[in-house]
């Protein structure tokens, strides 16, 4: 079955710092997701992005959070100035076109704020 | 957004027992569905099932089914002959734009 990636599986960073989180999504599907669990605690919505352009997003989705797919294939998260409350595993999916169509989900990247 | 619901946080059954996760939903979409994900303690999110509300009958997938009532907008997962693995966080999700899941229930199997 085709996967998603993510990478790295897990980040350490500095308070304040930018991380950008890494996906590559299944190459056909048209609808990219993020998620974050922080540990024990529900899977939580971030954004969804179809056709280059952000479809919704959460209202944890703030000015620090940024997506981008720069090159067709990738897609990437961005925490422009990590808080400690940003460490939380972060996943990545795609669908395809149809709204029957399942989320396939990465393995996640375990990002920690110190 | 739409409103997801699981009403058990926790939940245990015994070996071989079968057992019922709920999950509803608050929406006037009428083309609505539902899908159930498992989150082992691994922490991968696995797809289980899904039911379309247009679907004449209830979603079956191996020893998963959904108990579909369309009328309380609820689709509730039924595990048979609970396993040792079916150990885990159980999520539900309606599918939208945003597919926001429920808060999740721990499903424990005791031997």
């Known amino acids: 079955e085709p996967e998603v990636t993510q990478t790295p599986s897990h980040q350490v960073t500095q308070m304040g710092q930018e991380v950008i989180l890494r996906c590559v999504p299944i190459s056909n599907h048209l609808y990219f997701y993020w998620y974050r669990q922080i540990l024990g605690q529900k899977v939580e919505f971030l954004v969804s992005f179809y056709n280059n352009e952000i479809s919704e997003k959460s209202e944890i989705f703030d000015d620090q959070f940024s997506v981008e797919r720069p090159d067709g294939s990738n897609f990437t998260l961005k925490i422009r100035s990590t808080k400690l409350e940003d460490s939380a595993m972060y996943f990545c999916?795609?669908?395809?076109?149809?709204?029957?169509?399942?989320?396939?989900f990465g393995s996640g990247t375990q990002l920690s704020v110190l | 957004a739409q409103k997801i619901t699981q009403t058990q946080p926790g939940m245990f059954v015994q070996e071989k027992e079968a057992v019922t996760l709920d999950c509803t939903y608050d929406t006037s979409d009428p083309s609505y569905g539902l899908f159930w994900y498992k989150q082992p303690s691994s922490g991968e999110m696995i797809f289980l099932i899904y039911?379309?509300?247009?679907?004449?009958q209830n979603a079956t997938e191996g020893r998963y089914s959904l108990n579909f009532q369309k009328a309380r907008k609820s689709a509730n997962l039924v595990i048979s002959a609970s396993q040792l693995g079916d150990s885990a966080m159980y999520f539900c999700a309606p599918p939208s734009n945003d597919m926001r899941f429920g808060a999740g229930t721990r499903l424990t199997v005791k031997p």
């Open positions: 999916a795609s669908r395809d076109r149809g709204w029957d169509e399942k989320l396939f």
């Open positions: 039911q379309g509300s247009y679907d004449q």
